[in-house]
């Protein structure tokens, strides 16, 4: 099947049109792929960190209520007690990094021996440090993976400038081989054809057009191969008409046998001489 100059620049036209196209369905896999895979995480994330420094907080003002007042009865102590519960529950319900389930356990049971223990105890100083160091575990444990989601975020990025490039690359070749190579589809057979044109308006009956794959040119090309075929069947190598046939020319010659006279002219009457 011969290809066609429409069906060429149709062709052309789609490829640049499924470039774009590709470009746009890539950088927009990505970027849900970057949304995805950050937004949940880091919220939890910067979540349980929050809630570390709320439990720190609260600690050191349920210490310091305790000491001051010297009982857990107190309303400042109180307060605080109230607010590392609720941090602490929270916490419980936010775990989303491994290892972060035991810690919030710990801190659970450490809350219960620093409330249990008397203000100024060495346990109470002990469960005290303990509840420090696992909330601030847990703060670190989550900004750690705060960073390691960073890191997986500017992954994914760097592969969405990566192959948004080499789409964008392959796009721009593909634009600039259409660019110069079409115009040479339409205007190589037209130079063709005025060459022909040329040559034969000189006399050379002998040219011929290579005929086109495609179907607008072959139509000329081929109707003008024909025309120079039949121009070269009539005219002879010396610019003169070929007769179609023999019998014209037997037509118009006179035939005698060898070593005949010739035949006298006519007279001016049309009758034969003598």
Excluded at 3 to 30: D, P, Q, R
Excluded at 241 to 266: F, K, N, S, W
Aim: glycine residues 6%.
């Amino acid at each position: 099947m011969q290809a066609t100059i429409k069906s060429k620049l149709t062709l052309g036209l789609g490829f640049l049109f499924l470039i774009i196209l590709l470009l746009s369905g890539v950088g927009t896999y990505f970027l849900y792929q970057i949304s995805r895979s950050a937004e949940a995480t880091l919220r939890n994330n910067y979540r349980s960190v929050a809630y570390a420094r709320e439990l720190a907080d609260a600690l050191a003002d349920l210490r310091d209520a305790r000491l001051s007042a010297g009982a857990n009865a107190n309303p400042a102590a109180a307060r605080a007690r109230l607010a590392f519960e609720q941090s602490l529950m929270a916490e419980q319900r936010n775990i989303t990094e491994p290892g972060e389930g035991p810690l919030a356990d710990s801190l659970a049971t450490g809350f219960r021996q620093l409330v249990a223990a008397a203000p100024a105890s060495a346990v109470a100083q002990v469960a005290y440090q303990q509840l420090r160091r696992q909330s601030a575990r847990v703060a670190a444990l989550n900004l750690h993976a705060i960073e390691q989601q960073s890191q997986r975020t500017r992954q994914i990025a760097n592969r969405t400038i990566t192959t948004l490039g080499l789409l964008a690359a392959l796009g721009i070749l593909a634009t600039f081989s259409f660019i110069f190579s079409f115009p040479d589809y339409v205007t190589k057979p037209v130079e063709e054809l005025t060459a022909g044109i040329r040559r034969l308006a000189a006399g050379d009956y002998s040219q011929r057009l290579p005929v086109p794959a495609y179907q607008e040119f072959a139509g000329v090309a081929t109707a003008f191969n024909d025309m120079a075929q039949k121009l070269e069947n009539y005219e002879t190598p010396d610019g003169t008409p070929r007769l179609e046939t023999d019998g014209a020319l037997e037509r118009t010659t006179v035939h005698r046998r060898p070593g005949a006279a010739a035949a006298p002219a006519p007279n001016a009457d049309g009758r034969p001489g003598v």
